[in-house]
Every structure is written in structure tokens, then in C-alpha cells.
């Protein structure tokens, strides 16, 4: 199972080779794997359909309970299937699509990451590894919607999308982590298994919050709904594949799969509802207002987005199996209208529903996916989308809650789908408005196999949808409502109140198409929400960002090299002190004071070293300011030799000296040694600053020597000196032999101090070059 | 002498960060090489002071026994002193080169590479 998500990623790297090979057609080729994928996971239909679960577990970080953990239920196969077949039909769709793009290879990179990501989001039951996935989605589609990357259009969009869905995706990564503190573990399967624990728990909340936050960024819920219509700026493919068929789908699955966990709540539900309702309606109303065909179609899937989730919040087993049902059949008619809408953009140049008409003349084939697909959008008998339709009229009639209001919105938004279905079904292909000359062509036909395919299927599983459908479908509803329940699909029920209700909506449909004009007339004040509404916040926030960003920057980064010394040592020191704080130290250890224990030629070599500094910052001689330096350092030898350290103390001799006579060579080249005064308050500051950090450095030490002393280390020293280093001297043999190749190191060090210093004295800069 | 010192490196560790925040290039670079002698002989006073007596086996012994200098913290600072030794020697080249090039020693004309907006 590994290897099916794997694969994926493995051909992506292996398409610019295959693109060289190849050459144009390499798309077709490709095409091949997620057709392979699907093949292999139709092998495991039966058995899921039986509702038996298979899993795999490949241990990736076992300590922290991170693993690729895989599952295959009646959910995440018919997610599966989904994504693999879809994926065929855009590969092929795609392959002719994007034959005028230059560099197509990164495209089917890109979309084959893409699909293997996906795949491992649904088949994944470790949260940390769905997160995973989850994010490479999004990076996935930050790249396809920004492939023509010259527009500005597209990379802001490209840049909004992700913003957007990657921020949703750190919401959810912390809210899978409060889960897995919850419940201890990370695994999907026993996280199921003591759900109580989890909505009883305090943090069930906030878990539920985040979760959905990732959720609703995904889905393109409102508030966050304002990405996808820009998203559009994508080539079509991309736009039917993942934001209309999966990715955004990736939230809906998201709630699916975890309404056993967390759902049944109040808080669940009515956040769901009144977020799905909301954006539902607005979708609707958006959709009808647009004139720019991807505009509308994308506005149309928020909408049903809108719908899946209102569904999935109602929460009764029939509202799960209708979104289900309604999820399929929306993915079947939406990415035909979005393929149908590219055949239409690439053969004419447009895709404003007012000046297109007549299309069915010049592109028969593509009309007649049209035509299929648009029954299938407004619900008539037998399509699919009807029986999706009639299932969610039930269940808005059967939900526990506000039924007469969710009726009335689920028919609004009904309403407004027949519209649109009529507007392009109708109004692109037959209505014949007479414009200037007009010669297009039939698309190729490799751009009509997927949207032909995709709206027959439309038609196929409404006449069949007991024997195609059901099956695996019942088995999804049951795993997302986590209870046993038959699910029954025909479409035909008898005239009944839902019936009626659908041809209501249908009349009314087309009352609203014919009225259409004037509608997109009434102003509906959307300026005023358009300036004042989530894109503007989107917009505001990123400015603050950025403004903030930059304050900060100039800040800390002034390019004063005294201020970074000064804010990182400060705040080492604030570290330090609130550490040093919950010890009850001894400033003055007066108690354990030994006078005896003094020397008096150790007093006086202290006392050098603190008139030494006293000196240096009296002087303004340069001369005197390096002897100076160098009484400091060989004093510092000389305590070195008191305490048993002579090989430091020859060391610090020899090295001291050289650094004297280092800084004399140079001496004569420099000025003399100004003095540059600091503004008085930055210099009471940094005096406050260094004695504050001498007076911590000295509590330190303190405090260490309060304590007894333990080291292994200086044990076995003096046990395998000799012994095992064959040495009597233990800091050399600790040097040479220990730790030889730390010395090794040094050396290395050294080395490349000296390349430096060769560089930086030999090196000529030529006049003028300077600059 | 263990409860002496501890005051002298805070005194040497104020003196140099103090050094190290001023404008002037070479006092910076001395504040720097102050800093090493300071933190050398932090190290070496966490290992505790052990009078006259260097961790060294004597003559026919096979081990080190009796009261003898901790050699591990020896080492490390032996090796500290290398190094600085390294980046001493490069900075004290730095500042030369630095004012045969740039012609000041003042830090504070020094700060355009992290000025935003300054290409």
C-alpha cells in the first residue's frame, strides 16, 4: 500500500526524463499511472465493499508514535477511486490541454505529486502523517495554480491559496497534537476507540475548533471561501481536478473521517451547519451574479461545498448518505463543466457567458457533455445529481434541528444550480444570439473523452445506481456515521412531497434563468462587502504582516553590530537570571569563606589583572592598551600554573605573545585609537547591561562550586591515562589520543583562519572595481 | 581562592562585553580576546582549584591517584585557546584590511550590508 502512494512521487521525478524521451505527447503516457492506481485499488472493491478494513503499518518515527499507518475503508476507497479515476481522465484531458504550455513536464510533475499526496491523505489513519500529506497538497496546488507564473494574477492567487490553506493546515496540525496529548496516541483507529474520553475532555473545544479550522480553510468554507474563485487563475485541468473533484474535497473528507471521533455534539453540528448554510447561500448568490464561466462554476462549488457540510453538521444518518451520494455526483458534473469550460476558453478565446452562444453548431461533442452534465447540476430525473438532490431534500426534511430552515436553504441553493445548469446548458450551446462571424472548432478528441466520460457516468449511475453506487457507497456512510444502516438508491420514489419539491425547484430555476439579467443589475452592494469583506481582511492582515516584519527588522537588524551583541546577550542574561532565580543562592558565600585558604601571590596577580583592566579603559594610547591586553592574559597563564594546568598556561603564554606581536605589526597602519562616544542613555544601558552579565556569570560559578563535585569523567582519566593512552601526561593524552580527532578538528580551524588571513592580506582590489 | 575568583571573572566578563559594545573596531576585537580569557577561566573554575598538583602519573605508577587538577576542563580550554588564537589573529587582519579599504575603524559607519532597501 506504501508503493501506491509512493509511486506517485517516484514517476514525478522520473517526468522530465520521460517529457525528453517523449517529447509533446508524454502527458498520454503518464496518464498511466493513475490509472494503474485505480486498477489496483478497484482489486480491493469486493472486500471493502464486505466492509472488511485493511491496514498497514510502516514504522517511520516509532518514538514519537509518528508512523505511516494505512488504512482502506469503504471512506478512503471511494476517495481513492475518485482521485485515481479523476486523475486518469485530467491526465489524458491535460496531455492535449497543455500541449501550447511551455515546460508541460513540471505541470505533470506537479499534478502527479499532487495525486500521490492525496491518496496518502485519504489513506492515511496517523494524524501526523495525514498533516503531512495534507500540507503537500496544498504546496501541490500553490505550484499548479501559480504554473503560469509570468502573471502577476497567478502568483498572487498561487501565494493567497496557499497562505490561506497552509495556515488552516498549522490549526490543524495543533489541534491534531492537543488530540494526540488527549488520548496519548496518534493513531486514527484507537483514537476511535475512546472517543468519549475526547468530548468530555476540556480541550475538546479547542480540538474541535482547530480541526475544523483546517478543514474549513481546505473546503473553502466562509470565511475563508475567498480563495478559491481566485484560484481559477489555473490552467483547467487543474481547476476541475483539485478545486472542484478533490482537493477541496480534502476538508469534507477531513469532517467525514473524524465525525465518528468528535462529532455528534452540539458545538460539531451547529458550527458545521452555520458554516456550510452560510457559505451555501452566498455561493449561490455569487454564482448567479458572475458572467465569467470558471467564476461561476467556482462560485457554484463553493456552494456545494457549502451543501457537504451543512449535510455532515446535520449529522443523521441520512444527511451522511446523502452527502455522500451528493459529493460523487457533484464531482462528476462539476469536472465536466470545468473540462467542458476549457474546451469552450481554448476554441473560442472566451469564457464570458454573455458574448458566448451557439456553441452546439460548431462543438457537438462537447455540447452534448454539456447537456448531461447540466441535468445531472439541476437535478432531473434520471440523473444522478437528481438522486443526490431528492436524498438531501429528505434529509433536510428529516434533520433533527431547524428542518423548515434548512428545507428552505438547501431549495434556494437548488434554485439557483438549475439556473446555472439552464445558463450554460441551454444559453451557452442552443440560444442563438447572433453575434459577428463565427467559425470555431470541435475540440480534439483527447479533450473530450474525460468531460464525454465523466457526464455519461453522470447519467449511467442514476439509471443504475442501485448496482454501481450503492455498495461501496453504504459502506462509506457507514464508516462516516460509524453505525451499520442499508442504504437504498433508486431514482425513482413515487410521487411523494420530495418529488414535488424537486419540480418546484426546477420551475423555479427556470423562472430565475429568464430573470437572470436582471438580477446580475440589482447591485447587491458588493463593492462594499468585496472591499470590506475576507479578501480585504486577507489583504489588511498580510500588510500588517509585512509592515510588522519590517518594523521589527530595522529594529533588531539596524546593522549595528553593538546592538545584536547587546539584544542577545540581554536576553541570554533574562534567560539566565530567571533560571538563577528559583535557587537560593549565596551571593556572598561569607559562611564558607576560608581566609587560610588564600594566597597572597594569588591576590597579587588578581589584583594585576584588575588594574591591567582599570588601565585599558583610562588609556587612549594604542601601545598601552595592548600591554595591557597582555598583562590580562599572561596573569590569566599564571593562575593556569597555580592550579595544576601548566600545558594551558604555556599554551596561553606562547599565544598571548603571538597576539601582542600580531597587533604591534599592524600597529603602525591603524589611526590612533579614537574614542567614538555613545549617545549618554545607550551607554548607561550597556554599562547596566555588561555588569548585570558579570554579576550573573559570577552567581553561576557560585552556585556550581556550592555543590559537590561529580565526574566520571576525571575517573576514568586517571584510570586509562597510562593504561589505555600508554601516556603519563592525562590533558595530552586526553588531546592526542582521546580525543584525537577533535584535535583534528582544531587544526582544520586553524588552518582556515590562516587560508583567511593569507586571503585577506594578499588580495588586491583593483580601483574603481571597489564598488 | 574558589570564592575570589568567581568575582574576578564577572569583573573580566563585565569589563569585556562593555568593550564589546563599543563603536571603536579594535576595542571591539580586544573585547573579544577578553571575552576568551574570561570564559577560559570560567571553565576552568567550575573544575574546582586544585593547588600545585597537575594530572600527571608519576613515574612508575599506572594510575592517577591522590588529589590531582580535573584534565578534562584543561583540555577543552586548551583547545579554546587554539581556536581563538585562529579567529584572533584573522580579526586583528580584518581590522587592517578593514581600514585600508573602508578607511574608518568606526563600527557605526560600517552597518550598510543589513540596511533594508540599501541596494
Known amino acids: 500500500m506504501l508503493l501506491i502512494v509512493l509511486i506517485g512521487y517516484i514517476c514525478a521525478l522520473l517526468v522530465p526524463v520521460i517529457a525528453k524521451a517523449l517529447g509533446r505527447s508524454h502527458g498520454y503516457l503518464i496518464a498511466l499511472v493513475p490509472l494503474g492506481v485505480f486498477v489496483y485499488l478497484s482489486t480491493y472493491f469486493n472486500r471493502i465493499v464486505e466492509g472488511e478494513v485493511i491496514s498497514r503499518q510502516y514504522n517511520w518515527v516509532p518514538s514519537l508514535d509518528v508512523n505511516f499507518t494505512f488504512q482502506l475503508d469503504g471512506l478512503s476507497l471511494f476517495f481513492g477511486l475518485l482521485i485515481s479515476f479523476f486523475g486518469f481522465l485530467i491526465f489524458v484531458y491535460a496531455a492535449a490541454y497543455m500541449k501550447g504550455y511551455k515546460e508541460s513536464d513540471k505541470f505533470f ?18 494524524l501526523i502523517a495525514l498533516f503531512i500529506f495534507w500540507e503537500l497538497t496544498s504546496f501541490s496546488s500553490y505550484l499548479l495554480i501559480g504554473f503560469s507564473h509570468n502573471a502577476k494574477t497567478s502568483r498572487n492567487a498561487a501565494l493567497q491559496a496557499f497562505l490561506v490553506t497552509a495556515s488552516g493546515g498549522l490549526a490543524l496540525l495543533a489541534g491534531f497534537i492537543i488530540l494526540g496529548e488527549v488520548t496519548q496516541t496518534y493513531e486514527l483507529v484507537e483514537i476511535l476507540s475512546i472517543h468519549e474520553r475526547v468530548i468530555d475532555h476540556p480541550y475538546y473545544l479547542a480540538i474541535v475548533i482547530l480541526i475544523l479550522l483546517g478543514a474549513f480553510t481546505k473546503s473553502a468554507q466562509f470565511p475563508f471561501h475567498f480563495w478559491l474563485p481566485n484560484a481559477m487563475a489555473a490552467p483547467t485541468p487543474v481547476s476541475a481536478y483539485l478545486h472542484s473533484a478533490t482537493m477541496v474535497k480534502a476538508g469534507i473528507y477531513l469532517i467525514a473521517r473524524f465525525n465518528p471521533t468528535l462529532g455528534g455534539t452540539e458545538i460539531w453540528q451547529f458550527t458545521l451547519m452555520i458554516a456550510g448554510g452560510i457559505t451555501m447561500l452566498l455561493g449561490a448568490i455569487l454564482a448567479i451574479q458572475h458572467t465569467d464561466l470558471k467564476k461561476i462554476l467556482a462560485y457554484t462549488t463553493i456552494s456545494a461545498l457549502g451543501i457537504l457540510v451543512l449535510m455532515l453538521g446535520a449529522g443523521t444518518s441520512l444527511a451522511i448518505q446523502s452527502a455522500m451520494v451528493f459529493l460523487l455526483a457533484h464531482a462528476l458534473y462539476k469536472g465536466a463543466l470545468f473540462l467542458i469550460t476549457g474546451n469552450i476558453d ?56 431547524q428542518h423548515i430552515a434548512l428545507l428552505v436553504a438547501v431549495i434556494v441553493s437548488g434554485v439557483a444550480f438549475v439556473a446555472i445548469a439552464i445558463e450554460i446548458g441551454y444559453g451557452l450551446f442552443i440560444q442563438n444570439i447572433s453575434f459577428s462571424e463565427r467559425n470555431y472548432k470541435e475540440a480534439p478528441v483527447a479533450m473530450l473523452v474525460a468531460p464525454v466520460t465523466l457526464a455519461v457516468l453522470g447519467l449511467v449511475f442514476g439509471l443504475f445506481a442501485g448496482v454501481l453506487v450503492q455498495p461501496l457507497l453504504t459502506q462509506v456512510s457507514n464508516v462516516v ?21 424537486s419540480l418546484l425547484t426546477l420551475l423555479l430555476g427556470t423562472a430565475l434563468f429568464f430573470v437572470r439579467k436582471g438580477i446580475r443589475k440589482i447591485p447587491l452592494h458588493l463593492d462594499y462587502l468585496y472591499n470590506h469583506g475576507p479578501t480585504a481582511w486577507y489583504d489588511g492582515l498580510l500588510q500588517l504582516i509585512k509592515r510588522f516584519a519590517r518594523l521589527q527588522t530595522s529594529y533588531f537588524q539596524n546593522g549595528y553590530l553593538r546592538n545584536y551583541i547587546a539584544v542577545i546577550v540581554a536576553f541570554f542574561s533574562f534567560m539566565l537570571a530567571s533560571v538563577l532565580w528559583q535557587f537560593d543562592l549565596k551571593i556572598f558565600p561569607v559562611a564558607n569563606f576560608d581566609i587560610d585558604n588564600v594566597r597572597f601571590y594569588e591576590v597579587i596577580i588578581l589584583a594585576f589583572t584588575l588594574v591591567a583592566v582599570f588601565v585599558f579603559f583610562k588609556t587612549r594610547s594604542r601601545l598601552t592598551s595592548i600591554v595591557t591586553m597582555g598583562v590580562v592574559g599572561y596573569a590569566v597563564a599564571i593562575i593556569f600554573i597555580f592550579f595544576g594546568a601548566p600545558d594551558v598556561a604555556i599554551t596561553q603564554f606562547l599565544i598571548e605573545t603571538l597576539t601582542v606581536v600580531l597587533f604591534v605589526l599592524i600597529l603602525h597602519k591603524l589611526p590612533p585609537l579614537r574614542f567614538y562616544p555613545l549617545k549618554s542613555f545607550q551607554n548607561g544601558l550597556y554599562i547596566i547591561i555588561s555588569i548585570g552579565f558579570g554579576l550573573l556569570m559570577t552567581s553561576v560559578l557560585l552556585l556550581v562550586t556550592e555543590h559537590p563535585m561529580v565526574s566520571g569523567l576525571k575517573a576514568y582519566f586517571a584510570e586509562n591515562t597510562y593504561i589505555l593512552g600508554k601516556g603519563k601526561n592525562a590533558v595530552n593524552v586526553i588531546l592526542v589520543d582521546f580525543r584525537a580527532l577533535d584535535t583534528m578538528g582544531e587544526i582544520s580551524v586553524l588552518a582556515i583562519a590562516a587560508i583567511g588571513i593569507v586571503a585577506l592580506l594578499k588580495l588586491k582590489l583593483v580601483k574603481g572595481k571597489m564598488k | 581562592m574558589d570564592e575570589i575568583l568567581p568575582f574576578v571573572v564577572g569583573i573580566l566578563y563585565a569589563a569585556s562585553l562593555y568593550l564589546m559594545l563599543q563603536r571603536n573596531f579594535v576595542k571591539l576585537i580586544i573585547g573579544l580576546i ?6 577560559n577561566l570560567f571553565l576552568f573554575s567550575v573544575s574546582r582549584l586544585t593547588r600545585g598538583a597537575p594530572a600527571l602519573v608519576d613515574g612508575d605508577a599506572e594510575k592517577l591517584t591522590g588529589i590531582f587538577a580535573d584534565p578534562v576542563p584543561q583540555a577543552l580550554i586548551l583547545t579554546a585557546i587554539v581556536i581563538g588564537f585562529g579567529i584572533q589573529a584573522f580579526a586583528i587582519v580584518l581590522i587592517k584590511r578593514n581600514y585600508d579599504v573602508a578607511g574608518t575603524d568606526d563600527m557605526d559607519k560600517l552597518n550598510t550590508t543589513d540596511k533594508i532597501n540599501a541596494a
Request: with cysteine; glycine share 10%; hydrophobic share 55%.
Open chain 1, 109 to 126: 510533475m506537479y499534478l502527479l505529486i499532487f495525486m500521490a499526496s492525496m491518496l496518502g491523505l485519504v489513506m492515511s489513519s496517523n
Open chain 1, 346 to 401: 481554448k476554441q473560442t478565446g472566451s469564457r464570458d457567458v454573455l458574448e458566448l452562444s451557439g456553441l452546439y453548431k460548431f462543438m457537438p461533442f462537447t455540447g452534448v457533455a454539456a447537456f448531461l452534465a447540466c441535468f445531472s447540476m439541476a437535478g432531473v430525473l434520471p440523473f444522478f445529481g437528481f438522486i443526490g438532490k431528492e436524498l438531501i431534500y429528505e434529509a433536510a426534511l428529516h434533520a433533527t434541528v
Open chain 1, 481 to 501: 456515521g460509524n453505525e451499520d444502516l442499508p442504504l437504498e438508491l433508486h431514482f425513482w420514489h413515487g410521487f411523494n412531497l420530495v418529488l414535488m419539491l
Open chain 2, 34 to 39: 577578553m571575552m576568551g580569557h574570561s570564559t
